[in-house]
T-cell receptor
Framework: KQEVTQIPAALSVPEGENLVLNCSFTDSAIYNLQWFRQDPGKGLTSLLLIQSSQREQTSGRLNASLDKSSGRSTLYIAASQPGDSATYLCAVGGQGGSEKLVFGKGTKLTVNP | DTGVSQDPRHKITKRGQNVTFRCDPISEHNRLYWYRQTLGQGPEFLTYFQNEAQLEKSRLLSDRFSAERPKGSFSTLEIQRTEQGDSAMYLC??????????FGSGTQLSVL
């Protein structure tokens, strides 16, 4: 059974700092990995999708990497802003051909002005 | 592209009542998913459709839960004889095959 762990559970940083969020998964037989952002009481917004054949994806100040063999992914946020404050969720999908995404519990990020 | 719409946004019901939620996906997306999320947890998969066919169901989806996607467009999720443990945010998402998922804002269910 796939399990996804995110560390740390919460993170508080001053504005402008670069930061890294970590995600690990137990079964490396995945099709893709996605990073999502969730604001309180809201749905999820997809940030980056990495296919299993890719090593990283970039969008603006965000960069996500994937190391399937070690079962790890990182989300790097450059020059953090207060508007980045949210919960960031990692999800792995496509195990055994299934479309089901398995999510971690998320990292709650607070960026202080 | 108007995004994924879910209705209602909030639902309060008494234990034992039936509730139905609706999801309208992005029009060109053939995949539609239902997830459930409780406080402090990541979303848990419930079921998904490709067009009108329900292709996978989680063990979480007891016989009190039923989902449909007639004509491969909108979907409904019905919970019969609700229990307090059903209180959660119910999230709908849509996508193209193995592409990014787009989530709706969810329906927050409270069972009293």
């Amino acid at each position: 059974k796939q399990e996804v762990t995110q560390i740390p559970a919460a993170l508080s940083v001053p504005e402008g700092e670069n930061l890294v969020l970590n995600c690990s998964f137990t079964d490396s037989a995945i099709y893709n990995l996605q990073w999502f952002r969730q604001d309180p009481g809201k749905g999820l917004t997809s940030l980056l999708l990495i296919q299993s054949s890719q090593r990283e994806q970039t969008s603006g100040r965000l960069n996500a990497s994937l190391d399937k063999s070690s079962g790890r992914s990182t989300l790097y946020i450059a020059a953090s802003q207060p508007g980045d404050s949210a919960t960031y969720l990692c999800a792995v999908g496509g195990q055994g051909g299934s479309e089901k995404l398995v999510f971690g519990k998320g990292t709650k990020l607070t960026v202080n002005p | 592209d108007t995004g994924v719409s879910q209705d209602p946004r909030h639902k309060i019901t008494k234990r034992g009542q039936n509730v139905t939620f609706r999801c309208d996906p992005i029009s060109e997306h053939n995949r539609l998913y239902w997830y459930r999320q409780t406080l402090g947890q990541g979303p848990e998969f419930l079921t998904y459709f490709q067009n009108e066919a329900q292709l996978e169901k989680s063990r979480l989806l007891s016989d009190r839960f039923s989902a449909e996607r007639p004509k491969g467009s909108f979907s409904t999720l019905e919970i019969q004889r609700t229990e307090q443990g059903d209180s959660a945010m119910y999230l709908c998402a849509s996508s193209l095959e193995f592409e990014k998922l787009f989530f709706g804002s969810g329906t927050q269910l409270s069972v009293l």
